[in-house]
Protein backbone atom coordinates (compact mmCIF):
# COMPACT_ATOMS: atom_id res chain seq x y z
CA UNK A 1 0.00 0.00 0.00
CA UNK A 2 1.26 3.27 -0.82
CA UNK A 3 0.74 5.88 2.12
CA UNK A 4 1.10 9.76 0.59
CA UNK A 5 2.15 12.52 2.87
CA UNK A 6 1.55 15.81 1.02
CA UNK A 7 2.70 18.99 2.60
CA UNK A 8 1.72 22.71 1.62
CA UNK A 9 3.47 25.83 2.34
CA UNK A 10 0.66 28.60 2.44
CA UNK A 11 -2.47 30.09 3.94
CA UNK A 12 -4.99 27.87 4.44
CA UNK A 13 -7.85 30.25 3.82
CA UNK A 14 -6.32 29.90 -0.10
CA UNK A 15 -4.98 26.72 -0.28
CA UNK A 16 -8.00 24.59 0.85
CA UNK A 17 -9.56 25.94 -1.91
CA UNK A 18 -7.24 24.01 -4.32
CA UNK A 19 -8.13 20.94 -2.69
CA UNK A 20 -10.85 18.34 -3.63
CA UNK A 21 -14.30 18.42 -3.07
CA UNK A 22 -15.62 15.39 -0.92
CA UNK A 23 -11.87 13.83 -0.15
CA UNK A 24 -11.37 14.16 3.22
CA UNK A 25 -12.46 11.49 5.80
CA UNK A 26 -11.02 13.34 8.89
CA UNK A 27 -9.89 16.92 9.63
CA UNK A 28 -8.01 16.87 13.12
CA UNK A 29 -6.51 20.84 13.67
CA UNK A 30 -5.73 23.05 16.56
CA UNK A 31 -6.03 26.93 14.90
CA UNK A 32 -3.83 29.66 16.76
CA UNK A 33 -6.01 30.27 19.57
CA UNK A 34 -7.30 34.30 19.95
CA UNK A 35 -3.95 36.71 20.78
CA UNK A 36 -2.10 33.64 21.31
CA UNK A 37 1.02 32.62 19.40
CA UNK A 38 1.64 36.36 18.30
CA UNK A 39 5.34 35.98 17.31
CA UNK A 40 5.04 33.02 15.07
CA UNK A 41 1.02 33.59 14.11
CA UNK A 42 0.54 37.11 14.56
CA UNK A 43 -2.51 36.68 16.62
CA UNK A 44 -6.41 36.80 15.99
CA UNK A 45 -8.26 39.27 18.54
CA UNK A 46 -10.93 37.15 20.36
CA UNK A 47 -13.91 39.59 19.29
CA UNK A 48 -12.33 38.98 15.33
CA UNK A 49 -11.85 35.20 15.96
CA UNK A 50 -15.66 33.53 14.63
CA UNK A 51 -14.97 36.10 11.55
CA UNK A 52 -11.51 35.07 10.81
CA UNK A 53 -12.42 31.46 11.63
CA UNK A 54 -15.77 30.89 9.81
CA UNK A 55 -14.63 31.54 6.09
CA UNK A 56 -12.00 28.57 6.99
CA UNK A 57 -14.70 26.22 8.39
CA UNK A 58 -16.47 26.89 5.12
CA UNK A 59 -14.09 25.18 3.01
CA UNK A 60 -13.53 22.84 5.56
CA UNK A 61 -17.35 21.77 5.27
CA UNK A 62 -16.45 21.50 1.18
CA UNK A 63 -13.02 19.25 1.37
CA UNK A 64 -14.89 17.06 3.79
CA UNK A 65 -16.50 13.87 2.62
CA UNK A 66 -20.63 13.64 4.23
CA UNK A 67 -19.01 10.67 6.06
CA UNK A 68 -15.84 12.24 7.64
CA UNK A 69 -15.60 13.97 10.42
CA UNK A 70 -13.88 17.46 11.82
CA UNK A 71 -12.23 17.60 15.44
CA UNK A 72 -11.16 21.14 16.37
CA UNK A 73 -8.92 21.58 19.29
CA UNK A 74 -9.73 25.07 20.98
CA UNK A 75 -9.56 26.83 24.01
CA UNK A 76 -11.29 30.25 25.40
CA UNK A 77 -8.63 32.66 26.95
CA UNK A 78 -8.95 35.04 29.87
CA UNK A 79 -9.88 39.06 29.01
CA UNK A 80 -10.19 41.11 31.10
CA UNK A 81 -10.78 38.89 34.10
CA UNK A 82 -13.47 36.45 32.66
CA UNK A 83 -13.21 33.77 30.04
CA UNK A 84 -14.13 35.03 26.20
CA UNK A 85 -16.93 33.32 24.74
CA UNK A 86 -15.43 33.47 21.27
CA UNK A 87 -15.52 29.28 21.13
CA UNK A 88 -19.20 29.33 21.96
CA UNK A 89 -19.87 31.79 19.30
CA UNK A 90 -17.84 29.99 16.82
CA UNK A 91 -20.05 26.91 17.46
CA UNK A 92 -23.04 29.12 17.06
CA UNK A 93 -21.37 30.62 13.61
CA UNK A 94 -20.36 26.85 12.30
CA UNK A 95 -23.84 25.41 13.31
CA UNK A 96 -25.60 28.50 10.65
CA UNK A 97 -23.26 27.30 8.31
CA UNK A 98 -24.59 23.95 8.63
CA UNK A 99 -22.33 21.58 10.35
CA UNK A 100 -23.71 19.56 12.99
CA UNK A 101 -22.08 20.14 16.28
CA UNK A 102 -21.75 16.35 17.02
CA UNK A 103 -19.75 15.78 20.39
CA UNK A 104 -17.25 17.47 22.50
CA UNK A 105 -14.13 15.15 24.10
CA UNK A 106 -12.39 16.73 26.93
CA UNK A 107 -8.24 16.73 26.84
CA UNK A 108 -7.18 16.66 30.51
CA UNK A 109 -3.88 17.59 30.66
CA UNK A 110 -1.90 14.73 33.16
CA UNK A 111 0.58 17.28 33.52
CA UNK A 112 -0.10 20.56 33.47
CA UNK A 113 2.11 23.87 33.99
CA UNK A 114 2.17 25.02 37.76
CA UNK A 115 1.27 28.13 38.61
CA UNK A 116 -0.28 30.85 40.85
CA UNK A 117 -3.06 32.87 39.67
CA UNK A 118 -4.88 35.77 41.96
CA UNK A 119 -8.69 34.68 40.99
CA UNK A 120 -8.04 31.04 39.58
CA UNK A 121 -6.47 27.82 39.18
CA UNK A 122 -4.51 26.67 36.70
CA UNK A 123 -5.61 25.30 33.41
CA UNK A 124 -5.49 21.88 32.77
CA UNK A 125 -8.06 20.61 30.03
CA UNK A 126 -8.84 22.07 26.72
CA UNK A 127 -11.79 21.46 24.11
CA UNK A 128 -11.82 18.77 21.43
CA UNK A 129 -14.75 19.69 19.51
CA UNK A 130 -16.60 17.31 17.16
CA UNK A 131 -18.66 18.43 13.88
CA UNK A 132 -19.95 16.94 11.67
CA UNK A 133 -22.33 17.49 8.29
CA UNK A 134 -24.76 14.78 9.07
CA UNK A 135 -25.84 12.50 11.75
CA UNK A 136 -24.17 9.50 9.59
CA UNK A 137 -20.90 9.56 9.86
CA UNK A 138 -17.99 7.13 10.09
CA UNK A 139 -16.95 5.39 13.36
CA UNK A 140 -14.70 2.49 14.73
CA UNK A 141 -15.58 2.62 18.13
CA UNK A 142 -13.56 -0.44 18.60
CA UNK A 143 -10.25 0.72 17.96
CA UNK A 144 -10.11 2.60 21.29
CA UNK A 145 -11.58 0.60 23.99
CA UNK A 146 -9.97 0.69 26.91
CA UNK A 147 -8.90 -2.46 29.59
CA UNK A 148 -12.12 -2.53 31.79
CA UNK A 149 -9.55 -2.27 35.05
CA UNK A 150 -9.12 -3.61 38.37
CA UNK A 151 -12.66 -3.02 39.65
CA UNK A 152 -14.44 -5.77 37.85
CA UNK A 153 -12.24 -8.22 39.56
CA UNK A 154 -13.93 -7.66 42.91
CA UNK A 155 -17.25 -6.11 41.96
CA UNK A 156 -18.35 -8.90 39.75
CA UNK A 157 -16.70 -11.73 41.56
CA UNK A 158 -20.75 -12.19 43.04
CA UNK A 159 -23.53 -10.32 41.92
CA UNK A 160 -26.39 -8.96 43.77
CA UNK A 161 -29.99 -9.67 42.49
CA UNK A 162 -30.40 -6.03 41.35
CA UNK A 163 -27.27 -6.20 39.79
CA UNK A 164 -28.31 -8.63 37.78
CA UNK A 165 -31.47 -6.21 36.17
CA UNK A 166 -31.51 -2.69 35.62
CA UNK A 167 -31.37 -0.99 39.06
CA UNK A 168 -33.04 2.29 38.65
CA UNK A 169 -32.37 5.01 40.76
CA UNK A 170 -33.57 5.65 44.50
CA UNK A 171 -33.23 9.32 44.00
CA UNK A 172 -35.72 9.68 40.66
CA UNK A 173 -32.80 10.92 38.55
CA UNK A 174 -34.29 8.34 35.53
CA UNK A 175 -30.94 6.54 35.15
CA UNK A 176 -30.19 2.74 36.27
CA UNK A 177 -27.60 0.17 36.02
CA UNK A 178 -27.33 -3.30 35.21
CA UNK A 179 -23.82 -4.48 36.21
CA UNK A 180 -24.06 -7.66 34.31
CA UNK A 181 -23.46 -6.01 31.18
CA UNK A 182 -19.83 -5.88 32.38
CA UNK A 183 -19.54 -10.00 32.74
CA UNK A 184 -16.97 -11.29 30.28
CA UNK A 185 -15.35 -8.41 29.01
CA UNK A 186 -12.27 -7.09 29.41
CA UNK A 187 -12.08 -3.69 27.17
CA UNK A 188 -14.72 -1.11 27.23
CA UNK A 189 -15.74 1.98 25.79
CA UNK A 190 -13.98 5.13 26.81
CA UNK A 191 -15.78 8.38 28.24
CA UNK A 192 -14.99 11.47 26.18
CA UNK A 193 -12.10 12.84 28.96
CA UNK A 194 -9.12 11.73 27.34
CA UNK A 195 -6.28 11.60 30.10
CA UNK A 196 -3.30 12.68 28.58
CA UNK A 197 0.61 14.14 29.14
CA UNK A 198 1.29 17.42 27.28
CA UNK A 199 4.37 17.22 24.65
CA UNK A 200 7.06 17.82 26.55
CA UNK A 201 9.35 17.36 23.26
CA UNK A 202 7.99 20.37 21.87
CA UNK A 203 9.71 20.57 18.04
CA UNK A 204 10.98 24.03 18.48
CA UNK A 205 7.07 25.21 18.33
CA UNK A 206 5.00 26.68 21.20
CA UNK A 207 2.06 24.64 20.91
CA UNK A 208 2.72 20.85 20.12
CA UNK A 209 0.22 18.53 21.36
CA UNK A 210 1.14 14.74 22.09
CA UNK A 211 0.97 12.22 19.59
CA UNK A 212 -1.40 10.57 21.12
CA UNK A 213 -3.96 12.89 21.04
CA UNK A 214 -4.31 12.55 17.29
CA UNK A 215 -3.80 9.22 17.12
CA UNK A 216 -6.65 8.41 19.45
CA UNK A 217 -8.98 10.02 17.05
CA UNK A 218 -7.38 8.63 13.77
CA UNK A 219 -8.02 5.17 15.26
CA UNK A 220 -11.78 6.27 15.87
CA UNK A 221 -12.79 8.43 12.30
CA UNK A 222 -10.49 6.66 9.83
CA UNK A 223 -9.50 3.08 8.92
CA UNK A 224 -6.16 2.43 6.87
CA UNK A 225 -6.13 4.07 3.56
CA UNK A 226 -8.43 7.06 4.57
CA UNK A 227 -7.72 10.73 4.31
CA UNK A 228 -6.50 13.25 7.22
CA UNK A 229 -6.05 17.05 6.89
CA UNK A 230 -4.77 19.93 9.32
CA UNK A 231 -4.72 22.97 7.87
CA UNK A 232 -2.81 24.55 10.87
CA UNK A 233 0.33 21.68 10.53
CA UNK A 234 2.82 23.19 13.01
CA UNK A 235 5.43 20.79 13.73
CA UNK A 236 3.21 17.69 11.72
CA UNK A 237 2.19 16.05 14.57
CA UNK A 238 -0.43 14.95 13.20
CA UNK A 239 1.02 14.10 9.80
CA UNK A 240 3.69 11.92 11.39
CA UNK A 241 0.42 9.76 13.42
CA UNK A 242 -1.41 9.69 10.09
CA UNK A 243 1.84 8.35 7.87
CA UNK A 244 2.40 5.83 11.24
CA UNK A 245 -1.36 4.53 11.22
CA UNK A 246 -1.29 4.24 7.63
CA UNK A 247 -3.90 7.01 6.72
CA UNK A 248 -2.98 9.40 3.18
CA UNK A 249 -2.76 13.13 4.60
CA UNK A 250 -2.57 16.87 3.70
CA UNK A 251 -0.92 19.39 6.00
CA UNK A 252 -1.02 23.06 5.26
CA UNK A 253 1.50 25.57 7.28
CA UNK A 254 2.06 29.35 6.72
CA UNK A 255 5.28 29.64 8.23
CA UNK A 256 8.13 28.39 6.21
CA UNK A 257 10.47 27.45 9.09
CA UNK A 258 7.85 24.68 10.13
CA UNK A 259 6.96 23.46 7.18
CA UNK A 260 11.07 23.09 6.34
CA UNK A 261 11.16 21.17 9.55
CA UNK A 262 8.27 19.43 8.75
CA UNK A 263 9.56 18.61 4.74
CA UNK A 264 12.86 17.35 6.20
CA UNK A 265 11.29 15.03 8.75
CA UNK A 266 8.28 13.27 6.84
CA UNK A 267 8.98 11.26 3.64
CA UNK A 268 6.11 11.90 0.82
CA UNK A 269 5.44 8.99 0.09
CA UNK A 270 6.03 4.99 2.08
CA UNK A 271 5.00 1.47 1.39
CA UNK A 272 3.16 -0.85 3.12
CA UNK A 273 3.34 -4.26 2.58
CA UNK A 274 1.80 -7.64 4.33
CA UNK A 275 3.67 -10.08 5.48
CA UNK A 276 1.50 -13.33 5.35
CA UNK A 277 3.19 -14.34 8.40
CA UNK A 278 3.27 -11.71 10.71
CA UNK A 279 1.97 -8.48 10.87
CA UNK A 280 2.67 -5.99 8.72
CA UNK A 281 5.83 -4.12 8.26
CA UNK A 282 6.80 -0.93 6.20
CA UNK A 283 9.60 0.15 4.01
CA UNK A 284 10.49 3.69 3.65
CA UNK A 285 11.62 4.76 0.34
CA UNK A 286 11.95 8.53 -1.17
Request: proline share 5%.
Amino acid sequence: MEITAKLILGDCTKELKKLEEDSIDLIFTSPPYADQRKNTYGGIHPNKYVEWFLPISEELSRVLKPTGTFVLNIKERVVNGERHTYVMELILGMRKQGWLWTEEFIWCKKNSYPGKWPNRFRDSWERLLQFNKNNKFKMFQDAVKVPMGDWAKTRLRKLSPTDKIRDESKVGSGFGKNVSNWLGRDKVYPTNVLHLATECNNKNHSAVFPESLPEWFIKLFTEQGDWVLDPFMGSGTTIRVAQKLQRHSIGIEIQPHYYNMVSSEIQPKRYYLLDKKKNRYEINRN
